[in-house]
């Protein structure tokens, strides 16, 4: 018996094939075979009711950390992508700053086969830029490509070597995958742990000026201009930032850059009263740098919206502010919080959203999905657009608990989640 699905109803919104109309997509063996008004189908297929709902290509998050190996108490592959397919998405990027670090072809392959027998999400690997992520020297790239990685990074450190950095440029163009980079220069920020301001001073607290970032930035935009590599750039937080982005994607500079939900919503004074669930890195910064990212987001120079899911426990997070590790939980917000206070606030429209949260990681990183046209893997997320619900993380399917945004309500949460024409999670 063929395997069949039937999304009747749904307002789809597909920018790929600039669609945005009450249609029907059909599922046919985990591929999509139709979207139309008025589908029929076989007798045997499954039909999946959507009126009042949205129906869009699969969430795609290019930029998340599930821990395993080394620090299996905090996420787990499984756990993880447990939490992306309860927030939507049908695909994640693992990063690499796990112990021992991915930065061979075995620790690729053990990813990927973690991420089949979860059975849930998509999980694509990231690999290391250099090996041990020390910076030094360059990882086995074409290796870790053959064994599945689909991007490299040293996330959580940056590569503060340019040859390094400028050789990982050239090098990854064999192998057409993005080099993504944390922009941070350390000799000016190593010391901070938060938003260097008014804030951190009158808090005591040692900061990171905006300047570690804007000069990291610019370093990287330099080096892909120079090599015709494809740089992409994590979590931008700083106005200066995103318009040296801008700037470079107007001269044809190979660019792509992420924005992250908090970095959207949250400026530095979520860190009063020394909240370390507050404690990002890059850290929350003022109200004109969150509207120079929003600005961003809205005109695509920064093309992607991802969610840096850091997992961290409790006692870990409890510590001291400066002894507290950097990071929040984001899958099983990200959807909920950008449709409340980014489209809600008419930063960007609904289409938009769908653009960057799915077409475009998908175009980014040349993974299966971000679209409905026919042919296309079968990943589809369904949400209601105004269920109002109020964030617990207690009921989260991570296994980490650390957000800022407990308690806050929401309007907009997904109720089913679709990887290759199964239902992997529904509400």
Wanted: glycine share 10%; with cysteine.
């Amino acid at each position: 018996m063929s395997r069949k699905m039937l999304l009747s109803g749904g307002r789809v919104v597909d920018p790929s094939q600039s669609l945005d109309a009450e249609l029907d997509v059909l599922l046919v063996e985990g591929a999509v075979a139709s979207v139309g008004a008025s589908l029929t189908s076989a007798e045997d297929a499954e039909v999946v009711d959507c009126s009042g709902l949205v129906v869009t290509p699969g969430l795609i998050d290019v930029h998340v950390h599930f821990r395993e190996p080394g620090e299996e108490h905090k996420e787990t592959i499984a756990t993880g992508a447990a939490s992306a397919v309860a927030g939507g998405f049908t695909a994640v990027c693992t990063m690499p700053n796990t112990d021992p670090p991915i930065d061979d072809p075995a620790a690729v392959g053990f990813i990927v086969a973690a991420g089949r027998a979860a059975g849930l999400s998509r999980v694509y690997p990231v690999g290391c830029i250099s090996v041990g992520r020390g910076g030094e020297r360059l990882a086995l790239v074409g290796e870790m490509v053959e064994a599945g990685a689909v991007a490299i990074t040293d996330d959580g450190s940056p590569v503060m070597n340019s040859g390094l950095m400028r050789l990982a440029l050239e090098y990854a163009q064999a192998f057409d995958i993005p080099v993504a980079d944390h922009p941070e220069d350390l000799g000016v920020s190593a010391t901070g742990h938060m938003n260097e301001g008014i804030i951190s001073a009158r808090l005591g607290i040692a900061g990171k000026p905006n300047a570690s970032e804007d000069i990291h930035i610019v370093r990287d935009l330099l080096l892909a201009e120079l090599t015709g590599g494809h740089i992409h750039l994590q979590h931008v937080s700083t106005r200066f930032g995103v318009e040296a982005i801008r700037q470079a994607k107007a001269r044809g500079v190979r660019v792509t850059a992420e924005a992250s939900p908090h970095h959207l919503i949250l400026t530095h004074q979520a860190v009063e009263g020394f909240r370390t669930e507050a404690k990002m890195n890059p850290p929350l910064r003022t109200q004109e740098d969150v509207d120079a990212v929003r600005a961003g987001v809205a005109d695509g120079t920064l093309d992607t919206i991802a969610t840096d899911h850091a997992p961290h426990h409790y006692d870990e997070k409890e510590a001291a502010f400066a002894d507290a590790p950097n990071g929040i939980v984001g899958l099983e917000t990200s959807l909920g919080l950008v449709l409340t206070h980014v489209v809600g606030e008419g930063v960007i429209d609904l289409s938009t959203m769908v653009e960057r949260m799915s077409c475009q990681p998908a175009r980014a990183f040349r993974l299966p999905g971000g679209t409905l046209v026919e042919g296309a893997v079968g990943d589809v997320t369904i949400f209601d657009p105004n269920e109002t619900w109020t964030v617990e993380a207690a009921r989260f399917a991570s296994k980490s608990r650390n957000t800022p945004f407990e308690g806050w309500e929401l309007t907009g949460r997904p109720r089913r989640t679709i990887v290759d024409g199964r239902t992997v999670w529904s509400a």
